[in-house]
């Protein structure tokens, strides 16, 4: 009771009006804070939810050239690109944190971020170095569907490599195989630049090319270009220290898959005997048939070597890329400084067409082999018309091995047709 009294006499005295004041007072405050609160809440949360999508960003393209380089069990990764990478996000995050005031919390999250990103890549390194010879699992078609993702990334350049001859030596079958690399991305038509179209301009060239990432080897293939005569001065002047690729064959078996793909075409054409010689009887060979020039390799090589040296040529035999297409794509790779990942794991040997094609070497799925316009059966020629050819060209090959050094061992194959009889 004593209480209450107090109370009553207090709120007697205390006018009204000044308690409204202080109670609203009070309210008011309160009110304040709790927008204050909020407003901070607020604030952390848009913070965090931009802090997530930078690190996103910035990893983007590590993850892409990671899937670029990744098979079920191997993963190649250059730990310098790590480093760098994982500076740039630290950096990154950390101009964010100092412009927008990110809190501690904000901060510390993005650091995890960055570190578990290091983390998982320095792993993936350290296990790729493991491999002593890694190999590469990815056909053509899903090696394109990665890069054309990276389009924005790269930058078209200028061919660091040109398979430049022979025609139906086996230069589409070596392309193809190389494309398989992930460091290698090649036009797939033939630009005919250096030969039909020079007067474009290195722009227009350049344009046709595809965009390429930092490692990765820009090439075309124009096999009209060995037998050009203006085509060696015209590469040299765009790149002295370009490397050539050239896929010779047995010349007399070269010139019948020659005609064979010409008569495919014009079925009205004469006999490949008819065309050979001016004159059968005295056994004068018709060297200007283009089926047949194209053959004498050592007079279109030494127009080449007015240019380049030997070390910035490789040379490819068509007959080995047959019967061991993986021996010949390790010499390539080793040539152009690639590691050694296109290898017999990803040819099959079809017996239909008479040469191999490629695959996926994890997987069982049919082989993908060269269009319909590969693999043609040779037309039966006469016994003697070929004898006679294999002597005019024998002069040629010995010294086109003398120029090379190396021997092809073509005239083993002077008896009948030779082993490689398809088109």
């Not at 990334?153 to 061919?159: A, C, D, M, Q």
Request: charged content about 25%; proline content about 5%.
């Amino acid at each position: 009771m004593a209480f209450w009294s107090s109370t009553s006499v207090f709120t007697s005295k205390v006018p009204r009006k000044i308690l409204f004041m202080f109670t609203l007072s009070l309210s008011v405050t309160y009110l304040f804070y709790s927008l204050m609160s909020c407003y901070n809440s607020f604030q952390f949360q848009e913070n965090y939810v931009y802090q997530g999508r930078l690190v996103t960003e910035e990893t983007t393209f590590v993850t892409l050239r990671e899937k670029l380089y990744s098979t079920s069990s191997q993963v190649y990764l250059d730990e310098e690109f790590i480093d760098r990478t994982s500076t740039e996000q630290t950096i990154a995050v950390s101009s964010v944190r100092n412009s927008l005031g990110i809190d501690e919390r904000t901060a510390g999250w993005a650091r995890a971020q960055v570190a578990t990103t290091s983390s998982m890549m320095s792993r993936a390194a350290a296990a790729a170095g493991e491999h002593a010879h890694p190999e590469f699992s990815t056909t053509d078609s899903d090696l394109r569907r990665v890069v054309n993702c990276t389009s924005d990334y790269g930058v078209k350049k200028l061919p660091q490599t040109i398979i430049i001859g022979v025609k139906k030596g086996g230069t589409r079958a070596l392309l193809e195989a190389l494309r398989v690399h992930p460091d290698v991305r090649a036009v797939g038509n033939e630009p005919h630049f250096f030969d039909r179209n020079y007067e474009r301009g290195l722009d227009w060239y350049r344009e046709l090319m595809p965009s390429t990432l930092e490692g990765q080897i820009t090439m075309e293939k124009t096999p009209s270009y060995f037998v050009t005569n203006s085509a060696p001065k015209r590469i040299h002047s765009m790149a002295r220290d370009i490397k050539l690729i050239i896929v010779v064959r047995n010349p007399v078996t070269r010139a019948i898959s020659d005609y064979t793909q010409t008569l495919s075409k014009r079925p009205e054409i004469p006999t490949f005997e008819v065309l050979a010689f001016k004159n059968r009887t005295l056994g004068l060979i018709d060297a200007s048939w283009s089926a047949l020039r194209i053959g004498i390799y050592a007079l279109h090589l030494e127009s080449w070597m007015q240019y380049f040296p030997l070390s910035q040529m490789h040379f490819v035999s068509g007959e080995r890329l047959i019967v061991d297409p993986a021996g010949e794509m390790a010499k390539v790779q080793d040539f152009l400084g690639l590691k050694r990942i296109v290898t017999d794991k990803h040819f099959y040997f079809n017996k239909t067409k008479g040469f191999p094609c490629l695959k996926k070497p994890e997987d069982s799925s049919t082989p993908r082999c060269l269009g319909k316009s590969k693999g043609r059966t040779h037309p039966k020629i006469d016994p003697d018309v070929i004898r006679r050819l294999h002597k005019f060209y024998k002069p040629f090959n010995m010294m086109f091995y003398q120029m090379t050094g190396q021997n092809f061992e073509w005239e083993l194959e002077e008896h009948g047709n030779s082993p490689g009889s398809r088109d």
